[in-house]
Each structure stands twice: as C-alpha cells, then as structure tokens.
C-alpha cells in the first residue's frame, strides 16, 4: 500500500466544549484513493506505516478540519 496523504482525525474532548478537541486517529488517503481510518494503536499496520512515512520525511501529516 503506497500512503498518498494523511489527515488528523480529531473529536470533540467533551459535548460541553465542542472547540477543544483530542486526536483520536487519522484519515489515510492510498494512491487508489481509498480513505481509510486508522487507530492511534502502536500495533496497527497502517499506523505503523505512517509513522515510518514521517520518519523518513516523504509524508507529513495534516491538520484535521
């Protein structure tokens, strides 16, 4: 799988405070255009090739909208 982008994926912390927000995955992009979404799990595949992505500087990741 070639990872063609990388988005946060936040969530409102709590309903009473909809502008503070957690990082709760992120929205990976393939180069087929398939969106997947990926746990903040250290033993996900995905997420491991994200990290290893950013780690050799061809990916950086994007703030979630």
């Not at 070639?2 to 503070?20: G, L, R």
């Not at 087929?32 to 061809?58: C, F, H, Q, W």
Request: charge should be negative; proline fraction near 6%; charged fraction near 30%.
């Amino acid at each position: 799988m070639k990872i063609k982008s990388v988005k946060k994926m936040e969530h409102p912390v709590s309903p009473d405070n909809p502008d503070e927000k957690e990082l709760t995955g992120y929205f990976l992009t393939t180069e087929n255009d398939e969106v997947l979404t990926v746990p903040l799990d250290s033993a996900n595949a995905e997420y491991i090739a994200i990290m290893e992505e950013v780690k050799a500087g061809r990916i950086t990741i994007a703030d979630a909208d």
